[in-house]
């Protein structure tokens, strides 16, 4: 689980360092350039148990932390909060939390969990 959340952390990190490096020499920048990460983990019983993650101008989606795979994927205007450039985490909180649940029912079951 912490693997994904440093190899993530790790990726964009390093784009970051590469964006603001070129920065240096604002000629080599267009103005009309756009560049934004976004990584929030989500957290359900006091575990992180998934991602919300954007490289813009991508969708956001929602990635299982266990699992590795992609839960949902979301517009601006279906995740975004009114005006702002916030997202709203609950539909990818409950994204998360049912997978969590399958998850825990199907080992209960003896059954393999499945993504």
């Given at each position: 689980?912490?693997?994904?959340?440093?190899?993530?952390?790790?990726?964009?990190?390093?784009?970051?360092?590469?964006?603001?490096y070129t920065?240096?020499?604002?000629k080599s920048v267009?103005?009309?350039?756009?560049m934004?990460?976004?990584l929030?983990?989500?957290?359900?019983?006091?575990?992180?148990?998934?991602?919300?993650?954007?490289?813009?101008p991508?969708?956001?989606t929602t990635?299982?932390?266990?699992?590795?795979?992609?839960?949902?994927s979301?517009?601006?205007?279906?995740?975004?909060?009114?005006?702002?450039?916030?997202?709203?985490?609950r539909?990818?909180?409950?994204?998360?939390?049912?997978?969590?649940?399958t998850?825990?029912?199907?080992?209960r079951r003896?059954?393999?969990?499945?993504?």
């Amino acid at each position: 689980m912490t693997s994904l959340y440093w190899k993530l952390t790790r990726t964009l990190c390093f784009s970051l360092f590469v964006f603001l490096y070129t920065l240096q020499d604002q000629k080599s920048v267009s103005g009309e350039a756009t560049m934004a990460y976004f990584l929030k983990p989500l957290t359900y019983n006091s575990q992180i148990a998934g991602y919300l993650i954007r490289c813009y101008p991508g969708k956001w989606t929602t990635i299982d932390a266990v699992s590795k795979h992609i839960l949902g994927s979301f517009d601006d205007d279906e995740i975004l909060k009114g005006n702002s450039n916030t997202p709203g985490l609950r539909e990818s909180g409950r994204l998360v939390q049912k997978s969590v649940d399958t998850r825990a029912i199907q080992a209960r079951r003896g059954q393999t969990p499945t993504p």
